[in-house]
């Protein structure tokens, strides 16, 4: 959500009954004011029943911060192999489940998560977090030399991509192709991209990756891809679809995460000159900085569970096979945990926000992700004085994903920085 549109709906938020939020519709998200709203959840009816919708039936929605952190370390009673979002949770299945880390439950997730977390320590990244930080210096450099930009399109967006296809070895020629596809699958960052377009897409990239590991059983050589098209559990290979679908869940999850966190955190830093200027000062740190960065961004506004059992949250009796919802994006804003959660604060400490989520599906990609964030704020803060903005913005349309897809800036140079660069 942006203020832009929290703006038009502000006021009525205060006035609404709490079930007339239909959750499962992109377009809540850029007619409501967001954090009013969860502000009401959270006071009001913190374990809500939402009612059913055209998207499906009914479900539950926590929005306190210490109710989520429950249902996501509580891997007995509640399940991932249902769906994690509200999209496949609402339509009952995923179809990668048992197969796919973030949809895999017990055993079988411990194990290929354990193979995989070779390839994510800070040890076996120090490599591709070198190169995030040359890419992101690059893509900064042209935009803030050339004075303006759009900060989505133009910077932003061929940093987590690039970082991907590094780790799991995708050829230079390829990216593009691949960038193009993950939109149409994933983002819908327009009303008009259909349910069969992004379906085709999907299966498009799964193509890919089944030729690529095939090529890298023949050839392994030091990436994601050839980890998971040798490795073996229990002295068995992982089968095709688990090599695949767990290439692709690299894209899924570190993609557009990491652009929208980005891109929220330009547009916050633009909204908060003092912020900017303790940044630009270096009286803050980055490392402070790109977790209140995340924090406020929380580009997965939710992910959700199914009960495995009747099992009760903050005394509410959730029932066998019902869909709970876990809102991070009011997690996030919890003033229970959070001293002045409303406030933009490079410098909060603590900072414990469930942007990465937590428990047993904590997102594999957090460091590389924070190395992202990081390499962004330190590149920006060192060429760039000031960041203005420079035309209207696009919010994504979504009901998972929050940001924008496109945030047209203005620069003014820092020419000691720049030429430090050089
Ligand atoms: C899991 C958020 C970046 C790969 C998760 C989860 C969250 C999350 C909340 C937990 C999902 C659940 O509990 O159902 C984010 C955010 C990111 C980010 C906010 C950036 C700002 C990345 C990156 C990668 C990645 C860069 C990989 C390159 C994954 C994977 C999982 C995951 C594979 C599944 C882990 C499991 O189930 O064991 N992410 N993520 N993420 N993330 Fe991320």
């Known amino acids: 959500m942006t203020s832009a549109t929290a703006a038009l709906g502000g006021a009525d938020v205060e006035d609404r009954e709490l079930d007339s939020f239909d959750l499962t519709d992109p377009a809540t998200y850029q007619t409501t004011d967001v954090h009013a709203m969860w502000r009401r959840f959270r006071a009001e009816r913190p374990v809500h029943r939402h009612p059913a919708t055209e998207a499906g039936p009914e479900f539950w929605v926590l929005s306190k911060y210490h109710d989520i952190m429950k249902v996501y370390k509580d891997d007995e009673n509640f399940t991932s192999e249902r769906g994690n979002l509200l999209v496949t949770l609402l339509h009952g299945s995923d179809s990668a489940a048992g197969k796919m880390l973030a949809v895999t439950d017990g055993p079988r997730h411990a194990a290929i998560r354990k193979l995989m977390l070779k390839s994510f320590s800070p040890r076996a990244l120090r490599h591709i977090s070198e190169q995030v930080v040359q890419r992101t210096r690059t893509l900064l450099r042209n935009?803030?030399?050339?004075?303006?930009?759009?900060?989505?399109?133009?910077?932003?967006?061929?940093?987590?991509?690039?970082?991907?296809?590094?780790?799991?070895?995708?050829?230079?020629?390829?990216?593009?192709?691949?960038?193009?596809?993950?939109?149409?699958?994933?983002?819908?960052?327009?009303?008009?991209?259909?349910?069969?377009?992004?379906?085709?897409?999907?299966?498009?990239?799964?193509?890919?990756?089944?030729?690529?590991?095939?090529?890298?059983?023949?050839?392994?050589?030091?990436?994601?891809?050839?980890?998971?098209?040798?490795?073996?559990?229990?002295?068995?290979?992982?089968?095709?679809?688990?090599?695949?679908?767990?290439?692709?869940?690299?894209?899924?999850?570190?993609?557009?995460?990491?652009?929208?966190?980005?891109?929220?955190g330009v547009q916050a830093l633009m909204r908060h000159p003092e912020q900017w200027n303790a940044l630009k000062r270096g009286e803050v740190t980055v490392e402070s900085a790109v977790e209140e960065v995340l924090r406020w961004t929380t580009p997965g506004m939710h992910f959700g569970r199914r009960a495995l059992r009747d099992v009760e949250v903050a005394g509410q009796r959730i029932a066998a096979d019902d869909i709970v919802t876990l809102w991070n994006t009011s997690a996030n804003r919890d003033e229970d945990v959070f001293d002045a959660p409303g406030t933009f604060d490079l410098a909060r400490t603590p900072n414990k926000h469930v942007s990465f989520g937590y428990g047993p599906h904590f997102c594999l990609g957090a460091f590389l992700g924070r190395v992202e964030i990081n390499a962004m704020l330190d590149g920006l803060r060192t060429v760039a004085d000031r960041i203005e903005p420079n035309g209207p913005v696009e919010p994504v349309f979504s009901n998972f994903l929050s940001g924008l897809e496109s945030l047209p800036v203005r620069f003014e140079v820092d020419r000691a920085g720049l030429a430090g660069w050089n």
């Not at 910077?155 to 296809?165: G, K, L, N």
């Open 143 to 264: 935009a803030v030399e050339r004075g303006e930009a759009d900060f989505a399109r133009d910077v932003a967006e061929h940093i987590p991509i690039a970082t991907i296809c590094d780790l799991l070895g995708v050829p230079e020629s390829d990216r593009a192709f691949l960038l193009s596809l993950n939109k149409e699958a994933l983002s819908s960052s327009s009303a008009d991209t259909s349910a069969e377009d992004s379906w085709l897409a999907r299966n498009e990239i799964l193509l890919y990756f089944g030729e690529l590991a095939e090529e890298r059983k023949k050839n392994p050589v030091d990436d994601v891809i050839s980890v998971l098209a040798t490795g073996r559990i229990d002295g068995e290979p992982l089968d095709e679809d688990e090599i695949v679908l767990n290439c692709y869940s690299l894209i899924i999850g570190g993609d557009e995460t990491s652009r929208l966190s980005m891109i929220g």
